[in-house]
């Protein structure tokens, strides 16, 4: 599937399948990547970052909003390039390679619908069940700066899983939400900023409560896991998302 590469801000560029985003940082030349994609997005990865003029090995660090296979996929192979993985502790198991059962019965329901299912069988199309294991992995912790290219601020937002987290630029206002806050609903298609429901989520009530952590940053711009940015301001973005839960 095409990997769509558009510029959010000067030295902010988004990556996006037709169903999820990664985000690419640049700071005097070299690199951090939010998210990592599925494996199958390797070589049209490689090839957008080329577009942008940098090679693999210009990446420092890759941040992993939360473990899911969706967002992880490509960590290991930046690592093995020579970028440090950062990812935060509660998810650091599942990212390590211990990804627990495959939650069929908890899916089953959800593959009566039409749009599930063609996402399903695109995930596995794209390797969802060959994600390499990262064999090092750097912890985040809530409320850190990381010393990576763009100076990104962690925000701990568990539920949707324990180490769900989200990157703050706070000089320019941009909120990278991960799937704690989205605008694509990833069971039905359905648009607009919601918390991500159905079989993927852990615990949706935290995620709603974890919301809270999201419009203090009062970001301006909220750029997603899943779905197109958001420029009306986070903390409209999470009105709706309460709204609609
Ligand atoms: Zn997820
Ligand atoms: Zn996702």
Redesign the pocket.
Known sequence: MALRLTTIAPGVHRLATRYTNWYVLEEGGRLTVLDAGLPGDWRRANAALAGLGYALSDVDAVLIT?H?P??AGNAERFRAAGATVHAHPADAPAVRGDRGGVRLKQRLPFLRQRWYRIYMLHVLANGVTRVPAVAELDHLADGEVLDVPGSPRVVHAPG??PGSCAVLLEGRSLLFSG?ALVTLDMTEGKRGPQV?RGP?TDDAELALQSLDVLAATRAETVLP?HGEPWTQGVEEAVAIARRGA
């Open positions: 939360h899911h969706d967002h949707h899983t799937d991500i993927d896991g």
